[in-house]
């Protein structure tokens, strides 16, 4: 058995029958070719965005493909080739020192660069498919394919990596366009507010204040176990929106381009009473009522009972069904 407690950020003490790493897509082929990936199989990142509900009986797979190497560049634009196992903050820290715009709003997001594209991480205003130009993968066949980004099927928190079917389909490489051209989006809540305490703004600038504001607001996982949002903001028509606005006339809402409206489940959540409340060793974090964390010991079970109660107290409150944006194993 292969423990596991340092491979998801929630410290959930589970094990796995098998671990196994690879650093290259030659070595990833060769243990295709000798059947050492046998199934049941999970392939993991940096484990920010998983909750283990018990041990896995099985093969857990990782990547530690590194490399950050330019493929394309001119005076507006650079392209970049990214292993699957670079760390995410790691890439966002080079870009930035690099003065390549686009990524310092994903400043200090957990997690590595296959993962990011798997779940089309997004923070203040920015999406990780708005950069990509394309992923590179392998399956468990041992075969190769380069999926544009138009294949990807990217949506909030989604792609078609996720897709039960896409589960031997591994990352390998993700390229990525940045700019050159100085761009900030800045429009997401406080940022502007924070960089009034700046002379200027510039990219390093920017990276400060968003982690300023992260770390204001999301835990540690070194401190206390947790794997960010735990649950995915609900997209509902316009008029749900509409009548909840009878009852809760200062509800915080975004508008999407299709006519339907984000709503912050982390809002509904706080208005249930649920921020900083604890069920066992599980609770609700008392900044950002969104991320559930570990209070020290918690099993899977734990989690997954704190998340059923909070999101029977949204459902009875708001008559909004919110999903876990965590991925559960086993659960
Ligand atoms: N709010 C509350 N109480 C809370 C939490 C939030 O009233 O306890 C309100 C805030 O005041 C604000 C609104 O809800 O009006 C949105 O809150 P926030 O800006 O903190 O963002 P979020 O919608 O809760 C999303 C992402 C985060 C990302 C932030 C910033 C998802 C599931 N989560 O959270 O992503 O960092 O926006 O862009 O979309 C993650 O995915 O792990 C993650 C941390």
């Known amino acids: 058995m292969y423990s596991l407690l340092s491979h998801n950020t929630f410290g959930i003490d589970v094990s796995a029958e098998r671990f196994q790493e690879y650093a290259s897509v030659e070595e990833l082929k060769t243990l295709i070719a000798q059947g050492a990936l046998t199934t049941p199989f999970l392939h993991i990142g940096?484990?920010?965005n998983l909750l283990f509900?018990?041990?896995?009986?099985?093969?857990v797979l990782h990547s530690r493909i590194e490399g950050i190497e330019v493929m394309e560049e001119d005076d507006r634009s650079v392209s970049v080739r990214v292993g699957a196992g670079v760390v995410w903050d790691d890439f966002v820290g080079y870009c930035v020192e690099h003065g390549w715009y686009g990524t310092e709003n994903l400043s200090l997001i957990p997690g590595e660069v296959?993962?990011?594209?798997?779940?089309n991480i997004g923070a203040y205003g920015v999406e990780v498919k708005d950069l990509i130009i394309s992923v590179e993968t392998v399956n468990i066949h041992g075969e190769e394919r380069v999926y544009a980004v138009e294949e990807c099927?990217?949506?909030y928190r989604d792609s078609i990596f996720k897709r039960p079917e896409n589960k031997s389909v591994f990352v390998t490489y993700v390229c990525f366009r940045l700019s050159k051209e100085e761009h900030y989006t800045l429009?997401?809540?406080t940022i502007r507010q924070e960089l009034e305490k700046y002379p200027a703004l510039t990219l390093p600038v920017l990276r400060k204040v968003i982690i300023d504001i992260r770390e204001s607001k999301l835990p540690d996982p070194k401190v206390m176990g947790n794997?960010?949002?735990?649950?995915?903001?609900?997209i509902v028509p316009r008029e749900k929106l509409e009548a909840l606005q009878q009852e809760f006339p200062r509800i915080p809402f975004y508008e999407l381009n299709d006519g339907r409206v984000k709503i912050p489940a982390g809002w509904m959540i706080d208005q249930c009473g649920w921020k900083g409340k604890s069920l066992g060793p599980?609770?609700?974090h008392d900044k950002q009522a969104l991320v559930l964390v570990n209070r020290g010991g918690a099993k899977g079970s734990d989690i997954i009972a704190l998340s059923d109660a909070v999101r029977a107290s949204v459902r009875e409150k708001f008559g909004i069904d919110i999903h876990p944006e965590v991925n559960l194993v086993n659960g």
Do not use: E
């Open 46 to 48: 940096g484990g920010s």
């Open 53 to 59: 509900a018990k041990d896995y009986d099985g093969l």
């Open 114 to 119: 296959g993962a990011s594209a798997v779940q």
């Open 153 to 155: 099927g990217y949506a």
């Open 187 to 189: 429009d997401y809540g």
């Open 227 to 234: 794997a960010g949002s735990f649950f995915m903001n609900p």
């Open 282 to 284: 599980a609770a609700v």
